[in-house]
C-alpha cells in the first residue's frame, strides 16, 4: 500500500464547493493524509521538521490547489521555499528522489475560457510547466495532473459528487498499484481504470 | 417555652427536606414533594401548623410574585413583543374557549345558576403559573416552544385575572348590593400612572440604586434592595388593584437589560424556591381529606374532567400554532390544572356571596388535586411517548428536526472583562458573535456600558451565576480574570460543573500555565505574552532589522519558547532540577534559534548570494 500526502492549499476554504468535496471524499480514505497549510500554518510561519517528516513519509505528494494567477496559492509557494531545500529536495543526497507528485488543481474559469487569447490564452497544463519543472528537478515523477475547470460554477455539493467520487477512485488505485511511478508517468489521462489496468 | 414561630417555621423546613429529596428520587418532581409534605403536615393531616393554612397560602404567594420578577428579569422587552401574538393569540383563545366549554357543563349538565356558573368557570380556566413553570423548568422546558407558549397563557392568565376580579362584583350586584367599587376611569387612570412610575422609576431611580449598592460590595445589601424591589413593585400594584404578581413581572422586564440581572436572578432565586415550597405545602395542608372521603366519586370525575378538558384545548390550540407532537403533549400536560388565583378567586366570590362555601371547598379540592396530579400526568406522558419513540423508528428524524427547533445560538461567555477580557470580547462582538459578559467591578461596568457594551455585574466564580449566564448550553467560556487564584478556582469549577464546556483560559505567568496544566487545562494564554513578543520583534526592527525577519524572529522565538515550556513542565514541581534545566535552556537558546534561522530564509539556489558548497543548486540530473 503506497503513502499518500495531499498538500492541500486554499486560503479561503471556507468559501470553496469543489474543493471542500475533493477533501471530503480523500479524507474518508485510509493511508491518505491531509496536510491543510493555510489551517497549522495562518501566519506564514512554516514548520520546515514537520513538513521535511511529512513528505520522507510519504511515497505519492499530492498538491491540491485552487489555480490563482495562473499559479500556487501563496503559502504554497512559501512552502516550496522553505521546504524543498538543498540536500532535501535537490542535489546530493535528494531525499524526495524517486516519490511521485499530483497536481490537482481547480480554476475558476472555464475549460472554454483557458482557450480565448484576451480571458486566460491557454490550457492550465502550459502554467502549469513550473510544477512540471520542480518535479523533474527534485527527481520526483510527474504524474498527469488534476484539473477541475469552471470550480465557481458548481453551486450544490450534489453537482460535486460524481467528481469528487472520480478522485477517491483515484486516489485509492494509486495507493494499492505496484508504486511503479515512472511507468504510471506515462499516462497522459490518468484515471482510476488506468492506473488498474497498467498495475 | 418555645417560639411558635421557629417552631412552624421548623416544621416546615423539616417536612421539606425529607419529603422533597424523597420525590426527586422516585423521579416526581419537587413539587409532588412540597404538596405531599403540606398534606402530612396539614390540619387534615398531623396538625403541626399551629396557624389556619390560609394565613400561610398568603404569606407563601409572595413566591408567586417573585416567581413573576424573575421571570419578567428573563423577558427583555424585545422578547416580550416578540410573544405578542402568543400571549394575546393562545392565551386570549386557551381562556376564553375553556371558560365557555366549562360554563357550558357547569350550566347545562351540572344545572347551576348563571352567576355560579360564570364564577365557577372562570376560575377553573386558569392554570397554575407555580406548578406549570416549575414542572417546565425542572424539566429544562422552559425555553421549548411548549415552555414558551406556557408561559405565555399564563402571563395572559395574570393579566386577565384584573378584569375577571372586576367582574365579580358586578355579578354580585344583580343578585344582592350594588357595587361600591371605583369608577372604572379612575381604576385605568390609576393602573396607568403607576405601570407609568414603575417603568420610568426604575429606569432612571432603580439602575443607578442598583449601582451604587453593588459598590458597597456588601452582598447581603444588594440582596435586601432586591427584596425590596420585588415588594415595593408588589405593594405598588396592589394599591391600584393589580395582581401583585403582575406588578412584580412588570418591575422585572423593566430591570431585564440591567447589567446587574444575573446577579438579582441569583440573589432572589432561593427565596423564590423556599417560598415557592412553603406555597405548594400549603396547598398540600388545604386539601380537605373528610371532604374527599366523603365525595370521592365527585371529585374524581371533577379532576379528571377538568384535567382532560383542558388538556384536549391546550393539545388543540399547540397543534393549530403547528407544534411538534410531543411540543404539544407537554404544553397540554403543564396548563391542565387549576390556578393559585382559583383560591384567590373562589375566595373573593364566597365574600360577595356568589358561592356557597360546599361549593367553594369541592373546587378548591379540584384544583389543589389537579395541581398535585399535574407532576404525575408529565412522567406519564413522557414515558408514553418514550415508548411511542422507541417502538418507532420514524420519530427519529422528528425529533433531531425538534432538537435543532429548540436549539438557541449557543452564546460564548466571558468571564472577566477588564483589559484583557475587553480585547476578547470586543473582537468576539465585532464578528457578531453572542457574548455574556461577567464582571465584577462596578466601576467598570459602568463606564463600559458608555460604550455600547452589555456587561452583567457579579463575581464568575459562584456556581449560580454562571447558572444564569447560561454556563449549561455555552460553546466556550473565556476565563479572562485578572487574579490568579480566581482563574484557577473558577477553571476548577467549570470542569467539575460543566465538563462540556470548552475553556479558554488566561495564565498569570509560566508557573500558572503549569498550575492549569496540572489541573488539565491546556488552552492558557500567559497575559503578557503576546504583546512583549510583539515588541520584541519591533525592537528588532528598530535595530534594522527588515520586517519580514524580525516577523520570522518572532515565530522562532515563540515556538522554542512554547517547546521550552512543554519540556520544564514535567520538571516544575522539582525547583532545584527545574532552575538548573531553564538555565541550561536558556543557554542553550541562542545556538538554537541560529539554526532555526538557518533553515529558514531564502535557498541560496535562487538568491544573489554566492553559493556555500558545491552541492547548492546543482540540477539532479
Sequence with gaps: ???????????????????????????????????????????????????????LEADLIVWQFPTMWYSVPPLMRQWQDDVLQCKFAYGKNNQLSGKALLVSTTTGGSRHDYKKPALHGAPVNDYLAAMRQTARFCQLHYLSPQIVYGASSYENREDVEPIAEDYARLLLALRECDGDWERLAKIEDLTAEEVQSHG | MVDGLLLQVFTFLGAAIISVPLAKRLGLGSVVGYLLAGAVIGPFGLRLLGVPVSDIMHFAEFGVVLMLFLIGLEMAPKRLWALRQQIFGVGLSQTLITAAVLFALCHWLIGWSATLSVVVSLSLALSSTAVGIQTLEERGELQSPAGRS??????????????????FPLLASTSSLASDGEPTWLAITKLAGMVAVIVVGGRTLLKPLLRIIARTRLRELFTGLALLLVIGAA?????????????????????????????????????????????????????????????????TLAVIGLMVLKGVILFALGKITRMTTRQCVRFAVSLAQGSEFAFVLLGFAAGLSLVDAAIRDMVVATVAISMFLTPLVWLLAEWIMQRAETSSSQQSKASAEQLAEEMPQKPVIIAGFGRFGQIVGRMLISNGIAVNLLDQDPDHIDMLNGFGFNVFYGDATRLDLLHAAGADDAELLVIAIDDRDKITKLVTLARRQFPELKLL???????????????????????????????????????????????NAMHRFRSRDLDDIDELYKLWQDRAAYRSRARAMNQQLHALIEDDREQTGVDPMWSEQERTGDDGGRSPE
Design chain 2, 150 to 167: 406556557s408561559f405565555s397563557v399564563l402571563l395572559f392568565q395574570d393579566i386577565a385575572v384584573i378584569p375577571i376580579l372586576a367582574i
Design chain 1, 1 to 55: 500500500m503506497n503513502r499518500i500526502l495531499i498538500q492541500f492549499a486554499h486560503p479561503a476554504f471556507e468559501r470553496s464547493t469543489v474543493n471542500r468535496a475533493l477533501v471530503a471524499a480523500a479524507s474518508n480514505l485510509n493511508g491518505v493524509e491531509i496536510n491543510d497549510l493555510y489551517e497549522h500554518y495562518p501566519d506564514f510561519a512554516i514548520d520546515v521538521e514537520r513538513e521535511q517528516k511529512l513528505l
Design chain 2, 235 to 299: 405593594l405598588a400594584m396592589q394599591w391600584v388593584g393589580i395582581s401583585p404578581a403582575l406588578g412584580a413581572f412588570l418591575a422585572g422586564v423593566v430591570l431585564a437589560d440591567s447589567e446587574y440581572r444575573h446577579e438579582l436572578e441569583s440573589d432572589l432565586e432561593p427565596f423564590k424556591g423556599l417560598l415557592l415550597g412553603v406555597f405548594f405545602m400549603s396547598v398540600g395542608a388545604s386539601v380537605d381529606f373528610n371532604l374527599l372521603a366523603d365525595n370521592v366519586g365527585n371529585l
Design chain 2, 505 to 551: 483560559v488566561r495564565a498569570i505567568d509560566r508557573r500558572h500555565v503549569y498550575e492549569l496544566r496540572d489541573i488539565g487545562v491546556y488552552e492558557t494564554y500567559r497575559e503578557t505574552f503576546g504583546s512583549a513578543l510583539e515588541l520584541g520583534k519591533d525592537a528588532l526592527r528598530a535595530l534594522g532589522y527588515r520586517h519580514r525577519e524580525a516577523l
